[in-house]
């Protein structure tokens, strides 16, 4: 599932609780995965193609996922020069 949606443009990043972000797709989505699984968890339309590997951080507790979007030349699609961050939900 997951190689089906994916240009590979990019690397992706996996997180201790399981979960593998990647944004290297032709459709400027980036996708949450289980990594058990490989479903689709999460996604979410980027400005622009994210053709980078994720970063993580934590701050004051919190999980947060960032990754530049910018597009890709060689692919259809918008160009920018964006970073984009999501919080992870909160543990529990």
Do not use: C, H
């Not at 400005?47 to 701050?59: D, I, K, L, S």
């Not at 947060?64 to 910018?70: D, E, F, P």
């Amino acid at each position: 599932q997951i190689g089906e949606q994916l240009a590979m443009r990019s690397n992706p990043i996996v997180t201790a609780g399981g979960l593998i972000f990647i944004a290297a797709s032709f459709d400027s989505q980036f996708r949450a995965f289980d990594v058990d699984t490989g479903k689709v968890l999460w996604s979410d339309t980027l400005p622009a193609g994210g053709q980078a590997t994720p970063m993580t951080y934590v701050w004051k507790g919190r999980q947060y996922v960032v990754i530049a979007s910018g597009g890709y030349g060689n692919l259809d699609g918008p160009m920018g020069d964006y970073v984009t961050a999501y919080a992870l939900p909160a543990a529990k």
